[in-house]
């Protein structure tokens, strides 16, 4: 609630429309991040359309997000999942 994300991003899901989790130890910018904050549950979010083609491979699927207010609306059943962190370019985002 406490960041204002562009109206519309993009995310990576799999063939399946499923999310694609990651854990923070697989993006080597966070990689100085204490060890329990580094095996977190994240998915990632793009604010550009090339960048998340860009990182999709063949398996993958882009999905546009239109109103990024799905996010806080659906932060408390990403919790359930073990999902606690979106990361954006240049933001480290905790899911409350």
Do not use: H
């Not at 083609?53 to 609306?73: A, E, G, H, M």
Request: proline share 6%.
């Amino acid at each position: 609630s406490q960041i204002d994300l562009p109206r519309t991003v993009y995310m990576i899901v799999d063939k399946q429309i499923e999310l694609e989790v990651k854990f923070l130890k697989d993006f080597p910018e966070w990689s100085f991040l204490p060890y329990e904050d580094l095996n977190r549950k994240s998915i990632e979010i793009f604010f550009d359309l090339k960048l998340a083609k860009k990182s999709c491979n063949k398996d993958q699927k882009v999905l546009k997000v239109p109103n990024t207010d799905v996010f806080r609306i659906a932060a408390p059943v990403l919790i359930k999942k073990g999902i606690s962190r979106i990361v954006c370019p240049e933001n480290l985002i905790a899911l409350k």
